[in-house]
């Protein structure tokens, strides 16, 4: 092979290598260095938005807590929660609210509406919303939070919206810290979306925004979603942020698209922020780099083995210079441009390179742009802007910080901050720093520093800086002057506390009215006079409570005469005190005019004058008052005889006046009916004339009594005489009155007409009379009948038998058959007979009672039933405590066994199981008897204590019907109860009561 | 040479070929999709959006499911045919699980499809009805399913049963518009929409507005399904609530979908009522497909009040979060 080709062969790879070693190198550089930068700026981008996104939402929290703590909004809130609407004053309030209050929120780009809410059911009392009015929200986060503190709720979906809400809430307390009411704003989230877009215009790609915890877009996207809360995003960036993860890094966001993004979780608000660009924007520079070098590389290659053989001979001196320029580039001087003293293609590829230097200077020019961008973005903030290294030294700062310091930027950065700041302040402000780098947190604070000689407050705000790898490299401090607004605030402490010093020590009333007579100051000796607190006064148009009604109207024209201009001026008139009191004062009145010359307070100052205005007017009161009170008194006396004659005549009861002796001298018209006599009549007469003689001693008596006063009235039912000679039976009340002397004066007396009752007694008497009598005549018949019928009973039962014994089975069938009914019939006659002499004896033949043992009772009452016990199999027990009690012991034997023998009569199919239980009442001994009989239809349970009331056929149960009625008397008799529980085919209980007042002992 | 390049390229083909089969065979040894039966509370309509998405956009493939949708209608009961054996699953009335549950069928739900209840009220805006204190000595239309809300919003208000009438109608648009009836009930996805879509003026009165807040549809399955198959009743879950983040996504795309399981469906009409769902299944507040036991407990008190529950019961055995829990970890 030729050496020229050789040359060229070996010249054209020299140059490949050398071109695109280059290339690769400034690409790669460059790619990193704009990465970085971009990196940078999103997260700054992101902690700004994040900063003014809290910045809006602590406005708007304050300005809601602002109209919460008016005075006038508690008051009206507290009238709202308190009363009904159709009261006039729950009307006023509401009036109040809806015009000057609630709409102060609307409209500066914080709330859409507000609402205040009953604490007590959550239910919207007022809100410049009227459709929202009435409704409830008892179970809202934002209500339950808000009655304790200021909340911003996360935003949510309303249904009764159908959009996405954000609410505040905040509670209005009263003076004692109870609460009112929750005030609650709906946020306008089209400001929140505008925040996360400003800016956006100046790049094609970028934007910010918010996610919810649950994946929600919650502001517009730049690329077409304008419905939050409705789109779920999902990326890598939002996936990581989600779990709490702040970082910046490349990712496909939620199109699916490569972007650079920077993402921070707001706990506080459980949203995530992210910002994003494309990186095909991001990159740009860089890629559109990468395409020229490309068609440089492939240009030099031609131009190389077009080249090679002339290169072959004339290439050393240019070669070396070429060599020597490409060096140069490539240690960074893209100032540098080869020497071009050739028209060939040495010539060409030395221009190749001089136009490869200048696309890197390209790329410069693009990072300073973006450089620019930012600034304009940090320049233009209100905000003091710092980024500050771990050892205090300032990296950089916006002129707001530098005109903070007194200098502009460059004399700062660079510059530690010990240099700058007071020692104390400026150690502090280190300290914060190094703790935001080492431990990666937020740190928000409001504290004051002194600055070339003054002291100035700042709001600020210091934040970690991360690089492209989430390392920490700096700290961003963001600084709000607030120095005007403490000075102010401070100012006007100071202010206030010498006007207070002189109100409150004043003897002087002095008192302090806006141009609507509203109270704004009202000193102690105004607090003293009147018994009111400025509390309870305050915000409160002093005309309300605190004047005459009479004097209202005079005093209201003074004070609009004082706003058309009329002041200073003096007046008298008078307060009412919280205790009703009336006090006279004289005033002394001025004004003080806002900055237009209009009035904004109204000042009175007054002396309390009602001691000299007393004596003034006690002594014309004086003679007024004697003249009225002869006039009152004639005037009285006339009415009140008016009034009893009245009284007097019109009563329906007699009523009549007498002297102390009993002689009538005025009587009434129910009296004159009453006795038939006429008023003239029976003004001859005196009480004891008509008085029955059996009454006289005992009227006389009461009289006496009545004179020496030991008793002031009495009553008494007594008989007169009708003048028809008839007697009349009259209840009387009778009072005696003395004059002053304490002399006997009148004795009136009511008189009542109870003729008809005591009739009607008589006659109820003489019949409970004739029943005793009737009662004892029937006991004694039933005994005396069935004692006496047992004698022919006894012979015809007798005989009956001889009959049948004798004849039995000589005479015909029909015979035998009729003597056995005959005896059958006679039998149950004897039994009959036998049972109702029992029964009547229980009331003749009872014996006196006495104390008796149960346990005795019921063993006497067993053995007489043993052999039916033995018969049946029957099991009976009984509890272990069996009383002693008072009563009638033969009758008490009779009752156990009646009921014992009712229920194994009543058995069912098994043998009887019958159980005695005792148990202790409040007054009474409750005895069951519990079988497993046979039972019967709980609605028969009276009917079987009837005497003959029989429930099954005598052919089944023998028996008279009499057995349980005795029962019943005999219970009756030591007044007991008895009643009966029952199924059928589940057993019966019979239970019964004998009072438990004379037992002695309780035995077990 | 060239034969051996041959045979080399050759071999190399056959063991890439080998490899791949084997390759392919491993991939399909994944098992054969589960078959599932989910009972439907009515006939097919946008009210199980969120399954046919789930179905359609193959969340349900993706979860290894191979889902079937029974229809139900009026008369069929969802919880008998889940007790039965017919299907797998079914979607209920959250009020009608309780009930069961309170009889002892060992039911449970699994996720909730509307966390908001449907059920509102409404009147011709010219009657000037505007609240629930002005149904005070009407007559309010109202089916069975919609007493206990009915119930519950008078007694918040503290109006008795006694002060209003109820009548049961069926649902008929030129019947509301005579007046007869001046206050109806109706579903906020149902009568509500027709009524505006027909132009008429109407005022809607919401429940939530007045104490009330009642879960409606939820997915339910049996307490012995969950044991024997707790991972495909996760995956269910999860393929639902894919669905349900598809549907009030992308609502427009479920009337066509509705119309492939009911031919007579209006595909137009059908997206609408989808969208007019999404503030019920979506709240913003918490996640799709979420349960709250205090909401729980709310809705058995309300029963219980009325008589509907015949006695109290646990309100923690008529529902679980295991299967959303476990969904929604996997998620992440």
């Given at each position: 092979?030729?050496?020229?080709?050789k040359?060229?062969?070996?010249?054209?790879?020299?140059?490949?290598?050398?071109?695109?070693?280059?290339?690769?190198?400034?690409?790669?550089?460059?790619?990193?260095?704009?990465?970085a930068?971009?990196?940078?700026?999103?997260a700054?981008?992101?902690?700004?938005?994040?900063?003014?996104?809290?910045?809006?939402?602590?406005?708007?929290?304050?300005?809601?807590?602002?109209?919460?703590?008016?005075?006038?909004?508690?008051?009206?809130?507290?009238?709202?929660?308190?009363?009904?609407p159709?009261?006039?004053?729950?009307?006023?309030?509401?009036?109040?609210?809806?015009?000057?209050?609630?709409p102060?929120?609307?409209?500066?780009?914080?709330?859409?509406?507000?609402?205040?809410?009953?604490?007590?059911?959550?239910?919207i009392?007022?809100?410049?919303?009227?459709?929202?009015?009435?409704?409830?929200r008892?179970?809202?986060t934002?209500?339950?939070?808000?009655?304790?503190?200021?909340?911003?709720?996360?935003?949510?979906?309303?249904?009764?919206?159908?959009?996405?809400?954000?609410h505040?809430?905040?509670?209005?307390?009263?003076?004692?810290?109870?609460?009112?009411?929750?005030?609650?704003?709906?946020?306008?989230?089209?400001?929140?979306?505008?925040?996360?877009?400003?800016?956006?215009?100046?790049?094609?790609?970028?934007?910010?925004?918010?996610?919810?915890?649950?994946?929600?877009?919650?502001?517009?996207?730049?690329?077409?979603?304008?419905?939050?809360?409705?789109?779920?995003?999902?990326?890598?960036?939002?996936n990581?942020?989600?779990?709490?993860?702040?970082?910046?890094t490349i990712?496909?966001?939620?199109?699916?698209?490569?972007v650079?993004?920077?993402?921070?979780?707001?706990?506080?608000?459980?949203?995530?922020?992210?910002?994003?660009?494309?990186q095909?924007?991001?990159?740009?520079?860089?890629?559109?780099?990468?395409?020229?070098?490309?068609?440089?590389?492939?240009?030099?290659?031609?131009?190389?083995?077009?080249?090679?053989?002339?290169f072959?001979?004339?290439?050393?001196?240019?070669?070396?210079?070429?060599?020597?320029?490409?060096?140069?580039?490539?240690?960074?001087?893209?100032?540098?441009?080869?020497?071009?003293?050739?028209?060939?293609?040495?010539g060409?590829?030395?221009?190749?390179?001089?136009?490869?230097?200048?696309?890197?200077?390209t790329?410069q020019?693009?990072?300073s742009?973006?450089?620019?961008?930012?600034?304009?973005?940090?320049?233009?903030?209100?905000?003091?802007?710092?980024?500050i290294a771990?050892?205090?030294?300032?990296?950089?700062?916006?002129?707001?910080?530098?005109?903070?310091?007194?200098?502009?930027?460059?004399?700062?950065?660079?510059?530690?901050?010990?240099?700058?700041?007071?020692?104390?302040?400026?150690?502090?402000?280190?300290?914060?720093?190094?703790?935001?780098?080492?431990?990666?947190?937020?740190?928000?604070?409001?504290?004051?520093?002194?600055?070339?000689?003054?002291?100035?407050?700042?709001n600020s705000r210091?934040?970690?800086?991360?690089?492209?790898?989430?390392?920490?490299?700096?700290?961003?401090?963001?600084?709000?002057?607030i120095?005007?607004?403490?000075?102010?605030?401070?100012?006007?402490?100071?202010?206030?506390?010498?006007?207070d010093?002189?109100?409150?020590?004043?003897?002087?009333?002095?008192?302090?009215?806006?141009?609507?007579?509203?109270?704004?100051?009202?000193?102690?000796?105004?607090?003293?006079?009147?018994?009111?607190?400025?509390?309870?006064?305050?915000?409160r148009?002093?005309?309300?409570?605190l004047?005459?009604?009479?004097e209202?109207?005079?005093?209201?024209?003074?004070f609009?005469?004082?706003?058309?201009?009329?002041?200073?001026?003096?007046h008298?008139?008078?307060w009412?005190?919280?205790?009703?009191?009336?006090?006279?004062i004289a005033?002394?009145?001025?004004?003080?005019?806002?900055?237009?010359?209009k009035?904004?307070?109204?000042?009175?100052?007054?002396?309390?004058?009602?001691k000299?205005?007393?004596?003034?007017?006690e002594?014309?009161?004086?003679?007024?008052?004697?003249?009225?009170?002869?006039?009152?008194?004639?005037?009285?006396?006339?009415?009140?005889?008016?009034?009893?004659?009245?009284?007097?005549?019109?009563?329906?009861?007699?009523?009549?006046?007498?002297?102390?002796?009993?002689q009538?001298?005025?009587?009434?018209?129910?009296?004159?009916?009453?006795?038939?006599?006429?008023?003239?009549e029976?003004?001859?007469?005196t009480?004891?004339?008509?008085?029955?003689?059996?009454?006289?001693?005992?009227?006389?008596?009461?009289?006496?009594q009545?004179?020496?006063?030991?008793?002031p009235?009495?009553?008494?039912?007594?008989?007169?005489a009708?003048?028809?000679?008839?007697?009349?039976?009259?209840?009387?009340?009778?009072?005696?009155?003395?004059?002053?002397?304490?002399?006997?004066?009148?004795?009136?007396?009511?008189?009542?007409?109870?003729?008809?009752?005591?009739?009607?007694?008589?006659e109820?008497?003489?019949?409970?009379?004739?029943?005793?009598?009737?009662?004892?005549?029937?006991?004694?018949?039933?005994?005396?009948?069935?004692?006496?019928?047992?004698?022919?009973?006894?012979?015809?039962?007798?005989?009956?038998?001889?009959?049948q014994?004798?004849?039995?089975?000589?005479?015909?069938?029909?015979?035998?058959?009729?003597?056995?009914?005959?005896?059958?019939?006679?039998?149950?006659?004897?039994?009959?007979?036998?049972?109702?002499?029992?029964?009547?004896?229980?009331?003749?033949?009872?014996?006196?009672?006495?104390?008796?043992?149960?346990?005795?009772?019921?063993?006497?009452?067993?053995?007489?039933?043993?052999?039916?016990?033995?018969?049946?199999?029957?099991?009976?027990?009984?509890?272990?405590?069996?009383?002693?009690?008072?009563g009638?012991?033969?009758?008490?034997?009779?009752?156990?066994?009646?009921?014992?023998?009712?229920?194994?009569k009543?058995?069912?199919?098994?043998?009887?199981?019958?159980?005695?239980?005792v148990?202790?009442?409040?007054?009474?001994?409750?005895?069951?008897?519990?079988?497993?009989?046979?039972?019967?239809?709980?609605?028969?349970?009276?009917?079987?204590?009837?005497?003959?009331?029989r429930?099954?056929?005598?052919?089944?149960?023998?028996?008279?019907?009499?057995?349980?009625?005795?029962?019943?008397?005999?219970?009756?008799?030591?007044?007991?109860?008895?009643?009966?529980?029952?199924?059928?085919?589940?057993?019966?209980?019979?239970?019964?009561?004998?009072?438990?007042?004379?037992?002695?002992?309780?035995e077990? | 040479?060239?034969?051996?390049?041959?045979?080399?390229?050759?071999?190399?083909?056959?063991?890439?070929?080998?490899?791949?089969?084997?390759?392919?065979?491993?991939?399909?040894?994944?098992?054969?999709?589960?078959?599932?039966?989910?009972?439907?509370?009515?006939?097919?309509?946008?009210?199980f959006?969120?399954?046919y998405?789930?179905?359609q956009?193959?969340?349900?493939?993706?979860?290894?499911?191979?889902?079937?949708?029974?229809?139900?209608?009026?008369?069929?009961?969802?919880?008998?045919a889940?007790?039965?054996?017919?299907?797998?699953?079914?979607?209920?009335?959250?009020?009608?699980?309780?009930?069961?549950?309170?009889?002892?069928?060992?039911?449970?739900?699994i996720?909730?499809?509307?966390?908001?209840?449907?059920?509102?009220?409404?009147?011709?805006?010219?009657?000037?009805?505007?609240?629930?204190?002005?149904?005070?000595?009407?007559?309010?239309?109202?089916?069975?399913?919609?007493?206990?809300?009915l119930?519950?919003?008078?007694?918040?208000?503290?109006?008795?049963?006694?002060?209003?009438?109820?009548?049961?109608?069926?649902?008929?648009?030129?019947?509301?518009?005579?007046?007869?009836?001046?206050?109806?009930?109706?579903?906020?996805t149902?009568?509500?929409?027709?009524?505006?879509?027909?132009?008429?003026?109407?005022?809607?009165?919401?429940?939530?507005?007045?104490?009330?807040?009642?879960?409606?549809d939820?997915?339910?399955?049996?307490?012995?399904?969950?044991?024997?198959?707790?991972?495909?009743?996760?995956?269910?879950?999860?393929?639902?609530?894919?669905?349900?983040?598809?549907?009030?996504?992308q609502?427009?795309?479920?009337?066509?979908?509705?119309?492939?399981?009911?031919?007579?469906?209006?595909?137009?009409?059908?997206?609408?009522?989808m969208?007019?769902?999404?503030?019920?299944?979506?709240?913003?507040?918490?996640?799709?497909?979420?349960?709250d036991?205090?909401?729980?407990?709310?809705?058995?008190?309300?029963?219980?009040?009325?008589?509907?529950?015949?006695?109290?019961?646990?309100?923690?055995?008529?529902?679980?979060?295991?299967?959303?829990?476990?969904?929604?970890?996997?998620?992440?």
């Open positions: 092979m030729k050496l020229s080709s040359l060229a062969g070996l010249f054209m790879a020299i140059s490949i290598l050398t071109v695109a070693g280059v290339g690769v190198l400034a690409f790669q550089s460059s790619r990193r260095s704009l990465e930068k971009v990196f940078e700026d999103l700054k981008t992101t902690l700004l938005k994040e900063a003014e996104l809290e910045r809006w939402l602590r406005n708007n929290e304050q300005d809601l807590e602002k109209v919460a703590q008016r005075p006038l909004v508690k008051q009206y809130a507290a009238t709202l929660a308190s009363l009904q159709d009261d006039p004053a729950y009307q006023e309030a509401y009036q109040q609210l809806d015009i000057d209050h609630l102060l929120l609307i409209g500066t780009g914080g709330y859409l509406t507000i609402s205040i809410l009953r604490p007590s059911d959550g239910q009392l007022i809100s410049t919303d009227k459709s929202l009015e009435g409704f409830f008892e179970n809202e934002y209500f339950l939070k808000g009655q304790s503190q200021t909340y911003t709720q996360t935003p949510a979906y309303s249904l009764v919206d159908n959009g996405v809400v954000m505040t809430s905040t509670p209005i307390l009263s003076k004692d810290g109870d609460l009112i009411a929750v005030l609650v704003g709906h946020q306008d989230l089209g400001e929140m979306s505008r925040i996360m877009e400003q800016g956006r215009e100046l790049t094609a790609t970028e934007e910010t925004y918010l996610v919810n915890q649950f994946g929600f877009l919650v502001t517009n996207s730049r690329f077409g979603v304008t419905s939050p809360l409705r789109v779920t995003v999902n990326s890598p960036g939002v990581d942020c989600l779990t709490g993860t702040s970082a910046t990712y496909n966001d939620y199109r699916d698209v490569p650079l993004g920077s993402y921070r979780w707001l706990p506080n608000l459980a949203l995530c922020i992210l910002t994003e660009i494309d095909q924007e991001a990159l740009a520079p860089v890629v559109s780099l990468r395409q020229k070098m490309l068609w440089l590389g492939i240009l030099a290659i031609v131009v190389a083995s077009g080249a090679g053989i002339f072959s001979r004339s290439l050393t001196k240019s070669l070396r210079q070429l060599t020597v320029g490409m060096e140069i580039m490539a240690a960074g001087n893209l100032d540098h441009r080869v020497q071009v003293d050739r028209q060939d293609e040495l060409t590829l030395a221009n190749g390179f001089n136009q490869m230097a200048a696309s890197l200077e790329i020019a693009a990072l742009d973006s450089e620019r961008k930012y600034r304009a973005v940090v320049e233009g903030a209100d905000a003091a802007i710092s980024t771990h050892d205090g030294t300032f990296l950089f700062m916006n002129t707001n910080a530098a005109r903070q310091l007194g200098g502009q930027p460059d004399d700062f950065i660079g510059q530690p901050m010990a240099k700058l700041l007071p020692k104390p302040a400026a150690d502090r402000q280190l300290q914060s720093i190094q703790t935001v780098i080492t431990e990666g947190i937020n740190l928000v604070r409001e504290s004051s520093t002194v600055i070339t000689g003054q002291t100035r407050w700042y210091i934040q970690p800086v991360y690089d492209s790898e989430g390392h920490i490299t700096a700290a961003l401090l963001i600084a709000y002057d120095t005007s607004q403490k000075e102010a605030e401070i100012a006007l402490v100071e202010e206030r506390g010498f006007v010093a002189i109100m409150d020590t004043a003897e002087a009333l002095i008192i302090g009215l806006d141009n609507e007579g509203h109270i704004m100051r009202f000193n102690w000796a105004c607090e003293a006079l009147t018994g009111y607190s400025f509390g309870e006064v305050a915000g148009p002093f005309w309300d409570f004047l005459l009604e009479e209202k109207e005079e005093i209201k024209k003074v609009h005469q004082m706003q058309a201009g009329d002041f200073p001026n003096t008298e008139n008078y009412l005190t919280k205790s009703g009191e009336r006090r006279a005033w002394a009145n001025t004004c003080q005019l806002d900055t237009l010359g009035v904004k307070y109204v000042i009175g100052t007054g002396i309390d004058i009602t000299q205005k007393q004596t003034e007017a002594l014309i009161q004086l003679n007024q008052t004697l003249e009225q009170r002869v006039a009152d008194r004639t005037e009285e006396v006339v009415q009140s005889e008016k009034r009893f004659r009245a009284a007097f005549d019109l009563a329906a009861i007699g009523r009549v006046l007498a002297t102390p002796e009993g009538f001298f005025q009587v009434n018209q129910a009296f004159c009916e009453m006795t038939g006599y006429s008023e003239e029976l003004c001859q007469k009480w004891w004339d008509i008085t029955h003689p059996d009454f006289l001693a005992s009227g006389h008596d009461y009289m006496q009545l004179i020496q006063r030991t008793i009235s009495y009553n008494e039912e007594l008989t007169i009708h003048k028809s000679g008839d007697t009349i039976w009259v209840r009387l009340n009778r009072i005696l009155l003395f004059n002053a002397d304490n002399q006997p004066l009148y004795l009136v007396s009511d008189i009542e007409n109870i003729t008809q009752r005591k009739t009607a007694e008589a109820i008497n003489r019949i409970l009379a004739e029943l005793e009598r009737s009662n004892i005549e029937l006991q004694q018949f039933a005994y005396v009948a069935s004692h006496d019928l047992q004698e022919p009973l006894r012979m015809v039962t007798s005989y009956l038998q001889l009959l014994r004798r004849y039995s089975g000589k005479l015909d069938s029909d015979a035998d058959e009729f003597i056995g009914y005959a005896v059958d019939g006679a039998n149950r006659m004897k039994q009959l007979i036998q049972d109702l002499l029992s029964f009547s004896r229980v009331g003749t033949r009872g014996k006196p009672f006495e104390p008796v043992e149960i346990k005795v009772i019921l063993k006497e009452a067993l053995t007489n039933l043993e052999t039916s016990i033995q018969e049946t199999a029957a099991q009976i027990d009984h509890d272990d405590l069996l009383p002693t009690i008072t009638d012991a033969g009758q008490l034997v009779q009752l156990f066994q009646n009921l014992l023998s009712n229920a194994i009543f058995r069912s199919e098994a043998p009887p199981k019958i159980h005695i239980g148990q202790k009442q409040e007054s009474d001994w409750q005895f069951s008897i519990r079988d497993n009989g046979i039972g019967f239809d709980p609605q028969f349970s009276d009917r079987i204590f009837i005497i003959f009331q429930l099954h056929t005598r052919a089944n149960y023998g028996g008279t019907g009499i057995g349980l009625a005795i029962c019943k008397k005999i219970v009756e008799r030591h007044g007991g109860n008895i009643w009966v529980h029952s199924q059928p085919n589940a057993g019966t209980t019979f239970y019964f009561t004998i009072p438990a007042d004379t037992i002695q002992k309780a077990l | 040479m060239l034969k051996g390049v041959f045979s080399i390229k050759r071999l190399v083909l056959v063991i890439f070929w080998a490899v791949n089969l084997v390759a392919c065979t491993v991939g399909n040894e994944k098992p054969a999709a589960v078959p599932v039966a989910i009972k439907l509370r009515w006939t097919h309509n946008a009210q959006g969120g399954l998405a789930a179905d956009e193959g969340y349900f493939a993706a979860e290894g499911i191979d889902a079937t949708f029974l229809e139900g209608g009026p008369g069929i009961d969802p919880i008998a889940v007790l039965d054996g017919e299907a797998q699953f079914g979607i209920a009335g959250a009020d009608v699980i309780l009930l069961a549950r309170s009889q002892g069928k060992p039911v449970r739900a996720a909730t499809i509307y966390q908001r209840n449907p059920v509102v009220f409404f009147a011709l805006t010219n009657t000037g009805i505007t609240t629930p204190q002005q149904f005070a000595g009407k007559t309010i239309r109202a089916t069975l399913d919609m007493l206990p809300t119930r519950a919003m008078m007694a918040f208000m503290a109006i008795p049963p006694e002060a209003y009438q109820i009548v049961e109608l069926p649902s008929d648009i030129a019947r509301f518009a005579s007046g007869e009836v001046p206050i109806w009930g109706g579903f906020v149902g009568m509500v929409l027709d009524l505006q879509q027909a132009g008429y003026d109407i005022q809607v009165i919401y429940p939530d507005n007045y104490g009330v807040h009642l879960y409606a939820t997915l339910f399955t049996t307490d012995a399904f969950m044991a024997e198959s707790p991972d495909v009743v996760t995956r269910v879950v999860r393929a639902t609530r894919n669905g349900l983040t598809f549907a009030v996504t609502p427009e795309a479920i009337g066509p979908m509705v119309a492939l399981y009911n031919d007579q469906a209006d595909p137009a009409a059908e997206s609408l009522r969208m007019a769902s999404i503030p019920l299944i979506q709240s913003g507040t918490t996640r799709i497909g979420w349960m036991q205090a909401k729980w407990q709310e809705m058995h008190d309300i029963l219980l009040a009325q008589g509907v529950l015949p006695n109290e019961i646990d309100v923690s055995t008529v529902f679980t979060l295991a299967f959303l829990e476990k969904s929604i970890g996997d998620e992440k």
